[in-house]
């Protein structure tokens, strides 16, 4: 539920929203505007209660029933969209965000081409997977601290930020002192536990859409986080299962549309995971810029044909700076930017 104070409410009347939400039991989440103060009541009961015990009280303007089962990734309890740092970019601004990289740290070497690679065609941010949530359990799993030591050298040469995904609740400490940004994997989106913890780290959190996931349950997921106060989220559309069985998973263009619609949360799009082949990536990846995400995370190799994991949808250094070089224009057309390789060579090295 959310209870709108007038503007002239005074912080007494406020409060005693809060003390009569407490009272029955249900936690609240203040969001104090310049105008307006917004009280959000939480709790799975809050359906049971009638808004007029809110609407009675003084200072209170509306008082209205989110019909919607999540709350703080809403328009309705946050208006404005939110800007979510990432290295020295905010997500969500003019500015697209690319991230890119292999799927899987392999070693050293791959990784340090990789980032060169990556940044001189103008991405902003390096991904690897140091813990692989495989489909089988025989598959290769990921270089696991190694791996994220590899990471922290390559920022350190290059001075592009990492991300990397965490597969269980126990490694976010871990994995905070390497990383920059957590992926929760598409996997993991309804790992509560992961959720919570992730939240708790404070990081920049990117959480992927499950494969068959709704627009609603992924939002939710995405309350779990903000719950634990971790106001950096951003989502990440990587596509969802359909009985098309031509590419890997089917990209839902119009979640990026959705979400702009009811979340204030910044969304990009993973076109790799998506299509399943390094062919389909770059008209996904067009797509995508086209209908307004905030960045892309494209998986790139040094060799895709060694690539210990999604070697075949990875994308040559080539491929993605011809990539680059197409979205530039789609991303100007639709009042966005990308960085260009002159600018990020002046990214600090670390
Ligand atoms: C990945 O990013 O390498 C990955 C495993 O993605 P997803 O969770 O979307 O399948
Ligand atoms: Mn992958």
């Known amino acids: 539920m959310i209870v709108q104070m007038t503007s002239g409410a005074t912080t007494q009347q406020i409060d005693h929203v809060v003390e009569r939400a407490t009272a029955m039991g249900f936690d609240t989440l203040l969001n104090v505007g310049t105008d307006k103060t917004v009280v959000a009541i939480l709790g799975s009961r809050t359906g049971e209660v009638s808004t007029d015990v ?14 919607k089962p999540y709350k703080l990734a809403s328009r309705e309890f946050h208006k404005e969209l939110s800007l979510v740092p990432l290295g020295g970019l905010d997500v969500g601004g003019e500015r697209l965000v690319m991230i890119a990289g292999p799927c899987a740290v392999e070693s050293e070497t791959q990784m340090l081409r990789a980032a060169e690679a990556v940044k001189a065609a103008g991405a902003n941010a390096l991904r690897g997977g140091a813990y692989k949530p495989r489909t089988s359990p025989f598959a290769f799993q990921g270089l696991a601290e190694d791996g994220l030591d590899i990471l922290a050298r390559a920022r350190a040469e290059t001075g592009l930020p990492v991300v990397t ?51 609603n349950e992924w939002l939710t997921a995405a309350d779990y986080i903000l719950a634990e106060g971790n106001d950096r989220v951003i989502l990440c559309e990587r596509g969802i299962r359909t009985f098309e069985t031509s590419t890997r998973f089917t990209l839902d263009v119009s979640s990026i549309a959705v979400v702009k619609r009811y979340s204030h949360l910044p969304v990009i799009v993973d076109p790799s995971h998506a299509a399943g082949h390094f062919r389909y990536v770059p008209t996904l990846a067009r797509a995508a810029v086209a209908a307004g995400a905030d960045g892309l995370i494209v998986e790139v190799h040094p060799n895709p044909e060694e690539a210990l994991s999604d070697g075949i949808q990875s994308l040559t250094f080539e491929n993605f700076d011809q990539l680059m070089a197409e979205l530039r224009p789609i991303a100007r057309a ?17």
Do not use: C, W
């Open 54 to 67: 809110f609407a009675v009280l003084a200072g209170v303007d509306t008082v209205t029933r989110i019909m």
């Open 334 to 350: 639709v009042g966005r930017e990308l960085s260009s390789a002159s600018e990020q060579d002046k990214v600090g090295v670390v």
């Open 165 to 215: 995904e965490v597969v269980d609740p126990h490694h976010v400490e871990q994995i905070v002192r390497y990383a920059d940004v957590l992926q929760v994997g598409a996997r993991n989106m309804q790992n509560y536990t992961l959720l919570r913890e992730v939240g708790r780290s404070g990081h920049t959190v990117i959480l992927k859409r499950g494969l068959s996931s709704t627009i």
